[in-house]
């Protein structure tokens, strides 16, 4: 089994920024991308980011700039920095893990965490 726990949202200013950090843990051999979603309320979950396990980064248009995507692998985190953040990126923020493990691959999710931008 293999749980991902994320952590760092909450409720910022528009401006702001806040520092989003997911662990994974359990049977892990290694991880292979890792992603972050979002969904807004009433939305359906929406890809953010990915990060490869080489550490090539690819963003969704509306955070580009805005966002920065970064894990340690040795830590099996993936962090997701956002900086100007707006009103827009109000949403419960999930991360995914492609996860190799006894020579299978598996995609885990994590429980979500919530940032709210709001003045």
């Known amino acids: 089994q293999v749980q991902l726990v994320e952590s760092g949202g909450g409720l910022v200013q528009p401006g702001g920024s806040l520092r989003l950090s997911c662990v994974a843990s359990?049977?892990?051999?290694?991880?292979?991308?890792m992603d972050w979603y979002r969904q807004a309320p009433g939305e359906q979950r929406k890809w953010v980011a990915t990060?490869?396990?080489?550490?090539?980064?690819t963003y969704e248009d509306s955070v580009k700039g805005r966002f920065s995507i970064s894990r340690d692998n040795a830590k099996n985190t993936v962090y997701l920095q956002m900086n100007s953040l707006k009103p827009e990126d109000t949403a419960v923020y999930y991360c995914?893990?492609?996860?190799?493990?006894?020579?299978?691959?598996?995609?885990?999710w994590g429980q979500g965490t919530p940032i709210t931008v709001s003045s």
């Open positions: 990060i490869t396990s080489g550490g090539t980064t």
């Open positions: 995914k893990a492609y996860v190799v493990s006894a020579g299978t691959v598996h995609n885990y």
């Open positions: 359990g049977s892990i051999f290694r991880i292979a991308n």
